[in-house]
């Protein structure tokens, strides 16, 4: 059986989670960066990155919820996705392609392979393309739910592979490129991320474009 999904407020959320101990909550930071917690571990995506690069979102770092021993989940190495010096202050493992953690020298960064896991957290590599650089798309699984992170790929190939997501988080671009009812990607819901302010997006699968944030929770799957 699914999970269901709930657009709610961040205090109910809380509250929510509290009281289901394999609830996700889902903060929206800004551009590709999602901070989600079961109440034990946190998973931050594309975060620490540097405020207001390439003219995509600010933050302030005081808005991001404090969390001990977090895992970094890392796209790619552009700065509106990745900070190392900003990740150097942080207390977090750190999942992200060999291109990016070459130049961090910690003990906690966890050696990539096509599968990886961290805690309670599982996590499947896809090499996707973004211009010249190495990027991976991701597929996590943790409590029962499947979750698809594109980041900023341009190409849905590996998005449309998917089958039985929970939830994906997708660029506009890539969410324009397989809309217009011609693709249907696998998923009970769809996130929107890393959209420009006043950027439009097509509504396809009745997707949801949260507010820098917001926060929705996710109870898990309980399959029989």
Known sequence: MGGSVFLIG???????????????EFRFIGNAAFAITDGVTTLFTDFPYQSGAF???EYETTAVPPARGA????????LDHFDPALFRRMKA???????????????????????????DIRVEAFRTPHGDIEHYSYLVTWHGLRLYFTGDTDSAECLLAMRDLDVVFVSPWLLRAVGGGRFRIDARRVVVYHQRADEPVPDVQRRI???QGETFAVEARHEP
């Open 10 to 24: 961040s205090f109910l959320a809380t509250a929510l989670c509290a009281s289901e101990p394999s609830c996700l």
């Open 55 to 57: 003219g995509y979102m």
């Open 71 to 78: 895992l970094c989940l890392i796209t790619h190495g552009h």
């Open 93 to 119: 493992a750190l999942i992200a392609p060999p291109s990016v953690t070459v130049t961090i020298q910690t003990n906690s960064v966890i050696p990539f392979a096509s599968r990886m896991s961290y805690r």
């Open 209 to 211: 474009l949260p507010r």
